[in-house]
């Protein structure tokens, strides 16, 4: 019986961990790639609207065609990660490719897909399972613009979320944390911590009650402020936390609260650490031996943004 499951194991280990490309698949994919490559200058470029909405009808076409085979989680794409984001899990389980296109109102569409080396779980009695081990893609639908409030929502590839996904961190054996970002609109932009599951069926599920954050009881946790500054949110490998700047209006006027157009980073920074399965709030805390150049983040200024309406 070891025999048989070291067996088993190395046979999954040899498909997904350690299969290498030959050099015939490497020139069939990078062909491909440039074709790719060709498509989403005019996806990302074009000055009118309409011309990138139907050459991203190409580019998803074609990321469609390519994705179905399974030995694409292997190519790396390296030429188009200027404009798309394509991000693995540490563990090699998925790759999660985004991309955006801007609206002429300044607000944006998002697509991807999700490449998956699926484990599932099939019932075959009463009381008998088995566990499968295969590929899958799901092309993700964002559905973002019905949604009223980003975190609670929880959902499925059809009525994802849209953002792009700019990493992936394995924080529990029954979860996946993803760092993403959100154009939003002209006057704000949002940064998310979004959560991955996966259903025995192997179906991905964005959303999870895992955070223990004042005033929230969120299935993923967003910070919006305002378009024209940047804000830090990224994880320390060394202290196993989400850390990010701390955000609040520009001036201490009470009126600007929860106008987020004028909001942004203090100076300060917070972090969620990871506590018996879940991400803990920690508020102000200490960095000075961490910090680098990308957390010198600046405060908006008032006199460059354009407020829904001012205060009086």
């Excluded at 508020?283 to 009086?312: C, F, G, H, L």
Aim: proline residues 5%; hydrophobic residues 35%.
């Amino acid at each position: 019986m070891r025999i048989i499951l070291f067996t088993l194991f190395v046979l999954v280990i040899s498909q997904f961990g350690f299969a290498q490309l030959t050099e015939s698949d490497t020139k069939y994919f990078s062909e491909l790639e440039d074709s790719l490559k060709h498509i989403k200058e005019k996806v990302f470029y074009s000055k009118k609207e309409s011309n990138r909405v139907e050459a991203n009808k190409q580019f998803l076409a074609l990321w469609n065609f390519i994705l179905k085979d399974e030995k694409s989680i292997l190519y790396p794409f390296d030429s188009l990660k200027k404009d798309v984001a394509l991000v693995f899990s540490p563990d090699k389980k998925f790759r999660i490719i985004t991309w955006d296109m801007r609206k002429e109102d300044q607000t944006y569409y998002y697509f991807g897909f999700i490449q998956v080396n699926n484990s599932k779980t099939i019932k075959k009695g009463l009381f008998k399972k088995e566990i499968t081990s295969q590929y899958e893609v799901y092309q993700l639908l964002d559905k973002s613009g019905n949604v009223k409030t980003p975190e609670n929502y929880l959902a499925d590839p059809s009525k994802w979320f849209g953002m792009l996904y700019v990493d992936v961190i394995k924080s529990d054996d029954d979860f996946y944390t993803l760092i993403g970002w959100d154009g939003n609109d002209k006057l704000t932009q949002r940064k998310f911590i979004d959560i991955l599951t996966f259903k025995p069926d192997g179906t991905p599920i964005f959303g999870k009650d895992v955070f223990k954050f004042p005033g929230k009881f969120a299935k993923r946790v967003m910070f919006e402020y305002a378009s024209e500054v940047s804000m830090s949110l990224k994880y320390n490998a060394n202290r196993k936390q989400i850390i990010f700047s701390h955000l609040a209006p520009n001036t201490p006027d009470p009126t600007l609260e929860g106008q987020f157009q004028y909001y942004g980073p203090d100076g300060s920074f917070d972090a969620l650490s990871m506590k018996k399965g879940n991400w803990v709030y920690e508020p102000a805390i200490d960095i000075r031996k961490d910090k680098d150049k990308s957390d010198n983040v600046k405060k908006p200024e008032p006199e460059k943004q354009t407020p829904i309406y001012k205060p009086k």
